[in-house]
């Protein structure tokens, strides 16, 4: 049910392109936790998040997806050349783990 809303999240966002007089000042947030669990790669013409996310920008779309390794999203998606456009088409990307969170923590006190 999560993956059909996300798509439906989706396709809605990319509909904004279809209107050249839209503003951009409102932005659309897709924030996914366990994102391995709804992962899609779409081919021949479907939506999926390797398209999304080469057109959201234009379309003023933010995503922010957890997951737990790149390993996780791609075994998810099945196909090791699939998992790295995709992973690819997020641009900027930062990753942090429970003992770099703390460790970022303790130093600052």
Do not use: C, H
């Amino acid at each position: 049910m999560g993956t059909l809303i996300k798509l439906r999240f989706q396709q809605s966002v990319l509909d904004r392109l279809k209107f050249p007089t839209r503003g951009l000042e409102r932005s659309a947030v897709l924030l996914i936790d366990e994102y391995q669990d709804v992962v899609t790669v779409g081919g021949a013409g479907t939506i999926g998040d390797t398209s999304y996310l080469a057109k959201g920008r234009e379309a003023a779309a933010i995503t922010i997806a957890a997951s737990q390794s790149n390993i996780s999203i791609e075994n998810a998606v099945g196909k090791e050349r699939a998992a790295k456009e995709l992973i690819q088409n997020f641009g900027r990307a930062s990753w942090a783990t429970p003992r770099t969170w703390l460790r970022s923590e303790a130093t600052r006190n």
